[in-house]
């Protein structure tokens, strides 16, 4: 190869890359409005559609972008529609801004995005929107390859999406997930509120990472073995405040004769869980029901977690098939900074690996023993049953000066009691 064509392969690469890394990274001053779409009962009414994507069936909106190739689309939504939906093909990023709007599907999602590249969701200041989906879903639309898309969410997305904006958002699923990406999804601002009824699944479910940096996310799950967030790669805590409810029980289901076990958890995380900033507080309320369920490592560098577990054990015959812990993870827990109060029905943390104090401020509660290990660099005490302390709801419980609120459900008697602190050091 000459040095001409080198030169020349070597720019296209490089253009291709920018133009990758900038789909990830537009801010909404890189956005222009273009299409405002207004719903009104059963009907929709469109505006600045110069290019022709759009289609209106009643109040069921499609916009086909699948061959625009400007990466500066915006669409706004307003109204409301009591039998309405958004479905978006797009070649390119592209950004939903949300400007007070309600949309119901007795029958689909609310919206549905079928681009792979990112979406851009504006939750509009000062605003209150609802997206709420139906208790069964209808077959599913093809696209223009044949193929039947998905539908897995009151709001779906197939690639990644951010959400930004200082409105309120209420999410209401009754057949599937409330939020559901098939990449990540970051929650960068915004107060948003997930209710998921006992028909229907998780509060949110991503495949590939999820990260809240600020806002405010309340999850309430009802379904049985549902989870506040399922992720099957990384999650980051970096800031903001999440709040998750779960109250159902355990789901047991048969499949080619061996017993399946799936228990509700307030985070259920595949990968990896850092959390290094912000304020978490879990409630889990149903049969088994845990806290934070990791199968790599619960890390805590900063913040402040609140997990309470107030469940019974899971048996099947005698056997015991979930246990109601507070923070279980399949490898290590490791905390070298911020602070964790947890009142579990069973244990306050549990994991196969190591539990290492290493820093922070710790206060753990539990009907049985959780044991941190001897490489802990941290001093901590522990408290067994022969103390005989007595945890009682609504009360404040001080020991060796760290201090914890007790849940007004959550009692103990004769608990297990591990804290740990930076003075206990001295």
């Known amino acids: 190869m000459n040095m001409k064509k080198k030169l020349i392969g070597m720019t296209l690469l490089a253009a291709i890359l920018n133009g990758c890394v900038k789909d990830d990274k537009y801010e909404m001053s890189n956005f222009k409005s273009d299409i405002d779409i207004v719903f009104n009962g059963t009907t929709a009414t469109v505006t600045g559609d110069t290019n022709g994507f759009v289609s209106v069936n009643g ?119 409330a939020i559901a990406s098939d990449d990540y999804v970051v929650m960068e601002s915004g107060n948003i509120k997930i209710s998921v009824s006992n028909t229907g699944s998780n509060g949110i479910k991503v495949n590939d990472g999820f990260t809240i940096k600020g806002g405010t996310l309340n999850i309430d799950v009802k379904a049985d073995g549902a989870r506040g967030i399922k992720n099957d790669a990384r999650t980051a805590i970096e800031g903001g405040n999440l709040n998750i409810t779960t109250s159902g029980g ?79 993870a399949d490898a290590n827990i490791i905390f ?33 023993v959780s044991t941190p290990s001897a490489n802990s660099t941290q001093a901590f005490k522990s408290y067994d049953e022969d103390e005989e302390i007595d945890v009682i709801g609504g009360k404040t419980l001080t020991i060796d000066g760290i201090s914890y609120a007790i849940p007004s459900i959550y009692t103990c008697k004769n608990a297990y009691i591990l804290v740990s602190s930076a003075h206990l050091n001295k």
């Open 59 to 177: 109040a069921d909106v499609t916009v086909n972008g699948a061959n625009n190739t400007t990466a500066n689309m915006t669409i706004t939504l307003s109204g409301s529609t009591s039998e309405g939906s958004l479905l978006v093909y797009n070649l390119r990023s592209y950004t939903i801004v949300l400007n007070g709007v309600s949309i119901n599907n007795s029958d689909g999602p609310a919206i549905n995005n079928q681009a792979n590249k990112a979406l851009y969701i504006n939750i509009a200041d000062g605003t209150t929107n609802t997206l709420t989906d139906g208790t069964t879903y209808a077959p599913a639309p093809v696209n223009a390859k044949g193929d039947t898309i998905d539908q897995k969410a009151t709001l779906f997305s197939e690639g990644q999406f951010y959400l930004r904006g200082n409105g309120t958002l209420n999410i209401n699923a009754n057949a599937k997930n």
């Open 336 to 368: 070298t900074g911020g602070e964790a109060y947890v009142a579990s029905a069973r244990k306050a943390f549990t994991c196969d690996g190591e539990l290492l104090i290493n820093g922070g401020t710790i206060m753990g509660i539990g009907k049985k």
């Open 250 to 328: 355990c789901k047991i289901e048969t499949v080619n004769g061996v017993k399946d076990t799936t228990s509700c958890a307030g985070i259920k995380s595949d990968s990896l869980l850092l959390m290094s900033g912000g304020v978490v507080n879990i409630v889990s309320k149903g049969e088994g029901g845990k806290g934070i369920n990791c199968s790599m490592n619960y890390e805590q560098t900063g913040g402040t977690l609140y997990v309470t577990t107030i469940g019974k054990v899971t048996t099947t015959g005698k056997k015991i098939v979930s246990n109601p812990h507070a923070v279980k």
